[in-house]
């Protein structure tokens, strides 16, 4: 085959350190379109971004010649580094070492956009630790839970 076709699309959690809420709408408005042009920069393409005060969801198409561990390496100390210089306040933010990452099915990418969007309703019913646990579990991953949250 002459060239390499693939439809990689993953849906990504990721914390702030101890959970703080950290993520105001204010924030929020600014931090998700930064994101998507690191992970432009990087060559994929993020479908959609979401989360509440203390995470982010994004659910996104990725190269298969880049490990998703660069990607989420690169995110994550970019938007940490503009953040301290974008909002002063923010000095002592910092991400939850780790994420979590799923394949998703192109036939299941309205359910998942549909999912990130509804997040700040979500959360009134589920606190992030459980939603976690959940998804996990739904995805057969092998996990040990003290290591879930810091």
Do not use: C, N
């Amino acid at each position: 085959m002459p060239g390499t076709y693939s439809q990689l699309l993953l849906h990504v959690v990721f914390a702030t350190k101890a959970r703080a809420p950290w993520i105001t709408p204010d924030v929020a408005e600014r931090l998700y379109p930064y994101i998507g042009g690191i992970v432009r920069a990087e060559r994929g393409v993020l479908y959609d971004i979401g989360g509440i005060e203390d995470h982010v969801h994004m659910y996104l198409r990725w190269r298969p010649d880049g490990p998703t561990s660069d990607l989420m390496r690169t995110v994550k100390a970019r938007s940490s580094k503009w953040l301290h210089e974008e909002f002063p306040a923010l000095r002592d933010f910092a991400w939850q070492e780790g994420y979590s990452v799923f394949s998703v099915s192109k036939s299941q990418e309205e359910a998942v956009k549909k999912y990130i969007a509804g997040q700040a309703e979500h959360h009134k019913k589920e606190d992030f630790k459980s939603e976690l646990l959940r998804i996990l579990h739904a995805h057969g991953v092998e996990f040990d839970e003290k290591y879930i949250v810091d």
